[in-house]
């Protein structure tokens, strides 16, 4: 027999609602999820909230943007402005693949952080990458 997994979507508070009124008539996880037409894991997701808020925690859901987006470690950033210092004709994959061999063939930034990295130090130039191809 195919075992099927059901999606569920993003809940409303109503249903996040529905779940832990079951479950506090219940004190069935199964029976509350089932009835507010939600998995187990975001039962599991939501109780920590609602234990410490109660149904006001369960009104707003945590951003899904990243905490840091862009942001990369500052030895990184500093050497990617030294490299293009020291070298104002490597492009953004070129840097990228010279950090890679000093961290033993890793990767460890993408040209196109790269790129944001010389864009925030104003060293990148949008013309002159066009002209050379590497945009």
């Not at 707003?60 to 500093?78: G, L, N, Q, T, V």
């Not at 070298?87 to 840097?95: A, F, V």
């Not at 993408?110 to 104003?122: G, K, Q, T, Y």
Request: proline share 4%; with cysteine; hydrophobic share 30%.
């Amino acid at each position: 027999m195919d075992k099927k997994r059901t999606y569920y979507g993003y809940t409303t508070f109503q249903q996040r609602k529905l779940l832990f009124e079951t479950w506090e008539a219940t004190k069935n996880v199964t029976c509350a999820c089932e009835k507010a037409k939600v998995s187990r894991g975001t039962f599991y997701t939501w109780k920590p909230r609602y234990e410490a808020e109660g149904y006001e925690g369960l009104r707003e859901f945590a951003s899904r943007a990243p905490h840091h987006p862009r942001k990369k470690d500052e030895a990184i950033a500093a050497r990617v402005v030294e490299l293009r210092r020291a070298h104002p004709d490597w492009g953004k994959t070129r840097i990228s693949q010279e950090i890679a061999k000093e961290h033993s063939w890793v990767p460890t930034v993408s040209p196109s952080a790269v790129r944001r990295i010389l864009e925030d130090a104003d060293l990148w130039s949008d013309s002159v990458a066009k002209k050379k191809g590497d945009a």
